[in-house]
């Protein structure tokens, strides 16, 4: 699935909002991480 650059930016900003708080377990935001760079170059 391909997304403008505005919906990516808006994907990528609530992902992060989310996942990127204190709460978060360390893992879950690496995998994540990873899975967001997996993404981008597809």
Do not use: C
Not at 1 to 16: F, K, P, R, V
């Amino acid at each position: 699935m391909q997304y403008t650059d505005n919906e990516a930016a808006l994907i990528g900003g609530l992902i992060s909002n989310y996942f990127f708080q204190p709460s978060v377990d360390a893992k879950l935001r690496e995998s994540l991480l990873m899975v967001g760079k997996e993404a981008e170059t597809d």
